[in-house]
């Protein structure tokens, strides 16, 4: 089915919220609050001063920093401006925010006085009270740039778990092409109401949490900005200022569950708790559900593709429907899926191969990387994910794991996603990662990385036997380590490639 373009850029958003609710709330931040009106009126102001710091069109700003209403106002700014903002996961060491800085050839950096130290050699603004100030010393004349909806506004850069990190750039479309076809396809709680209040609090640099304020910006919503994921915050906000939707990847989720106050909370004012990113395991999702008595949907998607391109909607969360509960969902409307083998040739329902996806979302490309673009950007349109995945026949997409994480085991083929969430539901598990080590006979072995929780004597022939009674014998692991904490990349991603190191040091290859 073909759909309207209706999409706009986030600019023009932003204006008509000023216009039509012009004393309503739009962001909540640090005990601030700013209204569409002034949000409008600022971001004229941040346009105009870019301009006269001499900056044109196309040019990069960098922003590195935590999540904050400030960074909204640049980023919202930047793009009535024509130009394009590059938010920098903070949790980066120096030397990756030193390779971002210079791939993106960024004209200005932006920065909390927290970072100040960050080298960079051209103009640079601090977003405290010295922000402010430039800001208001600015025009608030009306923008004279033009500004299309195939327009680049926004830079993010990959997790870089293999190799270094891509600018993924992506247009005003991109943002804002998605909302009109839900409402027109009747999917209400992918969109949140107008007046409505979203909870901030995934990284500014990550598609989760800069999406939740171009999604705020495009549906007219109060963006309740969390500097960082802190659950006790998030538990109080729901409450205290009615937060309607909230998007959590799955380890914060678990932390938020964790929490004392978690215990005693009046949840009753949270419509919808959406959580992506990376697999959940199926008693975590059970917990939350019964927990927080609210529509639950998972959201899958990529940088790539401005985030979610595929759901698992509320009515799939019920009782009798847990054989999809451990799928992504199906494909939003406006969107195609298809399973490639290796080849790159379609595959029929049934079989795993890697997710390529097609839709109004997907990015014009990398910055800079013309054989990486092509790479995974077919001249149709079509986006290879580099996700491995099935399809039934109704639809519903089951994510296996990243095709470069899979074990192959005796010539059986292990995806560590698979193998984790049956070893996740073990009451002594606090958290767990699979991956391949090297075995005289198998080619590789399967081995669990587990944390244990506190107080727990967990072994090895305990982990071993309850994964054996979910899942078939050669996915379980043949050991197992505990350690203290798993490493995880800014984003919160296991990186698995830290874990196999040790592992695979002195071998030819890291799969055999």
Known sequence: MDYPDRSRTIGSAL??????????????CAGRTTDWKTYDHHATQVANGLAAMGFEKGDRIAYLGKNADRACELLMGAARAGMVLVPIIWRLAPAEIAFILKDCEAAALFVEPLFEGQEYDGPRVIMDERFDAWRDAQSDAPVKIPVETGDV??????????????????????????????????????????GESVIH???F????????????????????????????????????????????????????????????ADFSNLEGMAYGASPIPLDLLKRGVERLKCDFAQMYGMTETYGTVVALAPEDHLPGREHVMRSAGKALPSVELKILDENGNPLPPGEIGEIAIKGPTTMAGY?????????ALSDDGWLRTGDAGIMDEEGYLFIQDRIKDMIISGGENVYPAEVESAIYGHPDIADVAVIGVPDAKWGEAVKAVIVRRPGSDLDEATVIAHARAKIAGFKCPKSVDFIDALPRNPSGKILRRELRAPYWEGQERQVN
């Open 201 to 203: 609090a995934m990284p």
């Open 367 to 375: 910055w800079n990387r013309p054989e990486e673009t092509a790479r």
């Open 205 to 264: 640099g990550h598609i989760a949490g800069v999406g939740t304020i171009t999604g705020a910006v495009n549906g007219g919503q109060q963006a309740i900005i969390h500097t960082e994921f802190d659950p006790a915050a998030l538990i109080r906000d729901v409450q205290v200022h009615k937060a309607k939707w909230c998007f959590l990847v799955p380890a914060a989720l678990q932390i938020m569950l964790d929490h004392p106050d978690a215990q005693d």
């Open 153 to 194: 506004f926004l830079q993010l850069y990959t997790s870089g778990t293999t190799g270094m990190p891509k600018g993924v750039m992506l247009t005003h479309r991109n943002a804002t092409v998605l909302r009109p076809i839900m409402q027109d396809s009747g999917i209400g709680w992918f969109t949140s109401e107008p």
């Open 15 to 28: 204006s008509e919220w000023a216009a039509g609710t012009p004393d309503a709330i739009a962001l909540r």
